[in-house]
């Protein structure tokens, strides 16, 4: 989430690329309602520290999704966040996810999915998935674009 500042700060950080050139990021968890659980400010990687065997990104994961571990809950992630590790990590603790994956990311799934050349002639909305043994699949899904999902 990005929150829109004009003021002076060390947080803010500036893109060129981007219609509001200051602002403050921030990771954040929200609700089915739009509502926000959880919310942690962006420091940038200085101010991120690795706690377990997965990157800075799955450590933020984590910690936001640490109030649900009670339950069993369901987590959409965006193409920035999903790894296998992590997902795999999420299942242990009863909370389901769904992320879309770059095409590097998939690990040895990708041997058992379909090659890119053969889902190209395939039309569109075709699939073709592969599931490990922890109960993780893996699904490619032909649309406009190649999408990876986990």
């Known amino acids: 989430m990005v929150v829109p500042f004009n003021g002076r700060n060390s947080l803010k950080q500036y893109k060129v690329s981007k219609t509001t050139k200051q602002d403050f990021k921030s990771w954040v968890r929200f609700g089915v309602s739009g509502n926000v659980y959880e919310f942690e400010p962006y420091q940038g990687i200085s101010g991120c520290t690795q706690t377990s065997e997965h990157d800075v990104i799955g450590d933020v994961v ?76 893996a699904m490619w899904w032909k649309d406009n674009s190649r999408d990876n999902n986990l």
Do not use: Q
Request: aromatic share 10%.
């Open 62 to 137: 984590i910690r936001l999704c640490h109030g649900l571990k009670k339950k069993t809950a369901k987590v959409y992630f965006d193409n920035f966040f999903p790894s296998i590790t992590l997902v795999e990590k999420l299942g242990k603790e009863n909370i389901y996810s769904f992320g879309i994956l770059h095409a590097n990311t998939v690990g040895d799934a990708a041997n058992k999915l379909v090659r890119e050349n053969e889902m190209k002639k395939k039309d569109r909305g075709s699939a073709s998935y592969a599931t490990s043994e922890e109960g993780i699949t």
